[in-house]
């Protein structure tokens, strides 16, 4: 059996304010996508200056700095000589996975403004924060409204997880051959017709 070795105070404490600091970061990364940056260091190999970065994106130099900062901290990029940036693998992973990109906006246009509501919902039994999107018991209520954004996050989110499911759950509902199916509905009707395309019987 291995033994788990003991973090120090320091390490304790430095891990910490990693998770204090979290949602902070978080919106760095989120930032560092939507205005491109993140691409554009993706696309230099071998580095790109942050007054480059600054030139082509458009943001000031200051902003290019304080998110490259951000960022360099939590590994996402790695500054290479003064100025100069690459992506790390973490940065990579940010920049071109499909389920990370999937997760993240999920995180951030469907659960981030709700999250600050988690103590209440879990004293409460329900989903407080859910009032950030609309008024509404459940989410699914209100699917059909919601801005094009977050709809396409969810979505995004519910169809990349779901539907990988599709073939091994399918096996299963017909194992037995079933005359009928009670489909209680899951959002968008793409199991219903899974269901249709595996038997047409």
């Known amino acids: 059996m291995e033994v788990k070795k003991e973090l120090t105070s320091l390490d304790a404490k430095n891990k910490a304010q990693k998770i204090v600091f979290a949602p902070l970061f978080f919106q ?10 993140l691409e554009l ?4 190999k071998k580095g790109i200056h942050l007054s480059d970065i600054a030139a082509k ?6 902003g290019v700095k304080v998110l490259l ?8 990029v790695e500054f290479i000589a003064d100025d100069t940036v690459v992506l790390t693998k ?12 999937i997760n993240l906006n999920f995180v951030n246009d469907v659960c981030y403004s709700g999250a600050k509501y988690l103590t209440e919902s879990i004293k409460n039994g329900k989903p407080e924060g859910l ?6 018991n459940t989410l699914y209520e209100g699917l059909s409204i919601l801005p094009e954004k977050e709809r396409k996050s969810w979505f995004d989110f519910d169809h990349y997880y779901s539907d990988d499911a599709f073939p091994a759950a399918l096996k299963i509902v017909f194992k037995e051959n079933p005359n009928y199916i009670f489909d209680i509905g899951g959002n968008t009707g793409k199991w219903a017709i899974a269901c249709c395309t595996h038997d047409k019987m």
């Open 90 to 101: 973490i940065g990579y992973i940010l920049n071109t996975d499909l389920m990370t990109e």
């Open 131 to 136: 009032k950030t999107l609309g008024n509404w």
């Open 41 to 44: 260091i993706g696309k230099n």
């Open 57 to 62: 994106s458009g943001i000031s130099d200051y």
């Open 28 to 37: 760095a990364i989120v930032t560092l996508r939507q205005t491109g940056i």
């Open 69 to 76: 900062e951000a960022a360099s901290s939590i590994n996402v």
